[in-house]
């Protein structure tokens, strides 16, 4: 990720063609809140807390990035867009995998 670049735990659509993110930091304090919270009835708001903390820790690699901004269409007008996977091929590979036989 280039510096300057918020990292994403969640993208949609919003009004008006504008994008709504959720930053990865803000919603893993959000979550760390309210699981400290939850879980404080069972005298575990400590471990609650760190749960919230970790749960997404992963969409912090590079390859989510690049596959959030992706698939979501956040860059979408990018043609060259990291992560960009071809699909069409996929179908291909598998029956040839299933059914090498049929293969040319």
């Not at 979501?72 to 291909?92: L, M, N, Q, W, Y």
């Amino acid at each position: 990720m280039e510096a300057g670049v918020e990292f994403l735990a969640h993208v949609k659509p919003g009004r008006e063609g504008v994008w709504e993110t959720h930053e990865l930091g803000e919603h893993l304090r959000e979550v760390a809140r309210r699981t400290t919270e939850g879980s404080a009835c069972f005298a575990l708001s400590e471990w609650g807390h760190l749960a919230g903390l970790w749960h997404d820790l992963g969409k912090y690699q590079p390859e989510f990035q690049n596959y959030i901004r992706s698939v979501s269409g956040f860059d979408a007008h990018i043609e060259t867009a990291p992560g960009r996977v071809k699909h069409a091929i996929a179908g291909f590979i598998h029956a040839v995998f299933l059914h090498p036989s049929t293969a040319c």
